[in-house]
């Protein structure tokens, strides 16, 4: 679906290699996203049962980590990881910057194209 979504899109010069391609990033999505399943769940073990959600609530919960992996997945593992640390932990620019072993300007980069994937996910494509 994301590559019919593509304004241009190539015939590929090793079909059998862009077939493997394909595989090999839907299955990383696959997992990445099952690991994330599963630490809510881990985390939802810590709580009491009688604060749980309802199962209505922790499926709008999980649709919603999912729907949030997807947007940041669009962004490069610095980038997310970047984006992560200032808004989950409240990490300060050097601090990440130093976590990521880059400079504080990218850092600022980094949290602006986290915050563009937000607006877009938000309002779309700024004209």
Known sequence: MRLLGRDELREPREPRAFLV??????LFDYFRRAALEQAYLTELMLIPESEHPSPQEQHLILEDLKAIDRLLGRLSSKARAAFLYK??????????????????PRV????AQGIRQCYIALYGEPS
């Open 21 to 26: 391609a394909i595989a090999k990033g839907l």
């Open 87 to 104: 808004r989950l932990d409240g990490l300060g620019h050097a601090e990440i910057a130093r976590r990521l072993g880059v400079s504080v």
């Open 108 to 111: 600022r980069q980094y949290l």
